[in-house]
């Protein structure tokens, strides 16, 4: 998949991102190859132009945890760069692969030159979080990006009601900073509390399959960053 199909893809005129475009270098692989390791320091963000990558980590008990497979047209690493963290997981070839690749130092400056650009990486980011939903794993690229488009992101503060028990089902959400709990108030000025959730878990969702009003509430216990749908 060629790099102006991409932006294309996500709603980014190429014309507008003519030097992001020509800032990526073509890098390619066999298979087996890693493209990068678990706890290295992240240099670079890439497209994949063709063939697929598999993604793993390293389990508590020492081995091989399989994560994903990236597809042609999908990003990834994109994380490591913009919170100047390590890597937290290995991505290596499966057979022939050929990357798109951005260094750190062209990524910055796009990202703080390139509004069109910016808000392209924040849309994969999105979609990055939001493949992680047992909920959009089957869902195919097309339908993602359908959803990608709709999502805000909302930051609360610690202690925030969500919504309360009683409300309308307006929203499902993911967490992607933080933790919640639900719960239900009780007389006597008690609660019970039913599940306290954190980052990559989801809420909300029982008001998308049945329209009846929110049976629980749901507060934050530290400040955090959720991804609503509508």
């Known amino acids: 998949m060629e790099l102006e199909e991409i932006f294309r893809k996500w709603g980014i005129d190429p ?17 087996n190859d890693v493209v990068f390791r678990e706890g290295t320091v992240a240099e670079s963000f890439f497209f994949i132009k063709s063939g697929q990558a598999l993604v793993t980590r390293t389990s508590h ?37 050929e990357l798109y ?49 709709i999502i805000e992101e909302k930051n609360y503060k610690e202690n925030e009601l969500i919504f309360q028990a009683g409300d309308p089902p307006d929203d499902f959400f993911i967490i992607v900073k933080g933790t919640v709990k639900v719960y239900r108030d009780l007389p006597n000025n008690k609660e019970l509390t039913f599940a306290n959730l954190s980052k990559g878990d989801f809420f909300g969702e029982q008001g998308f399959i049945s329209s009846d009003p929110r049976s629980a509430s749901v507060m934050t216990t530290e400040d955090s960053t959720l991804l609503s749908i509508p």
């Not at 992001?20 to 298979?31: G, H, M, P």
């Not at 990003?75 to 057979?95: N, Y």
């Open 15 to 31: 014309g507008e991102c003519r030097e992001a475009i020509d800032a990526f270098i073509i890098r390619k692989l066999q298979s």
């Open 101 to 149: 690749q951005l260094n750190v130092d062209y990524f910055n400056k796009l990202m703080s030159t390139y509004p069109t650009f910016a808000n392209l990486i924040h849309k994969v980011t999105l979609e990055r979080l939001v493949r992680t939903s047992p909920l959009f794993h089957e869902l195919d690229d097309e339908n993602l990006h359908k959803i990608v488009n």
């Open 61 to 97: 008990d020492g081995n091989k945890e399989f994560l994903t497979v990236i597809k042609e047209g999908q990003c990834f690493g994109v994380v490591g760069l913009m919170k100047e963290m390590e890597r937290t997981v290995t991505v290596e070839a499966i057979g022939r692969l």
